[in-house]
């Protein structure tokens, strides 16, 4: 399975002690200098960021997930999807063999009048360093680039 990972740089270089990659061998990037970590949602095993953009907006609008596997369907909140920073190497609650196959997001008020805000180095591909996605209600709000999400 290919998946994205973190983008960590402590994760990607593989000379650093990383929970992530090595379960148990600690985590260099808490006493490190990068201003790509998370700064919510961490914990002392771990503090890399959620390396995509999607899935603030998600959590937001509230969406479920659509899981496919040996054991047949089930469906599943997106804000359970990716699991937190207490076992940084295990990232999502899919099980071996399984593969999302849809989002669902519900009708509402909220899917018409919401905004996804997005603040990175360079107006390209780059993933934010903030993200924020808010609707209409200010109920439910979701930030990224800051937390694991």
């Known amino acids: 399975m ?13 000379g650093a002690a990383c929970n992530k990659r090595q379960p148990g061998s600690g985590c260099a990037a808490i006493g490190g200098i990068n201003r790509g970590h998370a700064i919510l949602g961490v914990s002392e095993r771990c503090i890399s960021a959620y390396p995509g953009d999607f899935a603030q907006a998600l959590v937001a609008l509230e969406a479920s997930v659509a899981i496919l596997g040996p054991a047949g369907e089930r469906t599943l909140p997106f804000e359970q999807l990716h699991l937190g920073p207490d076992r940084p190497h295990i990232e999502t609650a899919l099980q071996p063999g399984e593969l999302i196959t849809e989002f669902r997001i519900p009708v509402g008020a909220w899917t018409r009048r919401s905004t996804y805000v997005k603040v990175r180095d360079r107006d390209s591909y780059q993933f934010g360093l903030a993200t924020a996605t808010i609707h209409s ?9 800051t937390d694991r999400s």
């Open 137 to 145: 209600s200010c109920s439910r709000r979701s930030l990224g680039g």
């Open 2 to 14: 290919t998946t994205q990972r973190s983008r960590c740089n402590y994760f990607r270089e593989g």
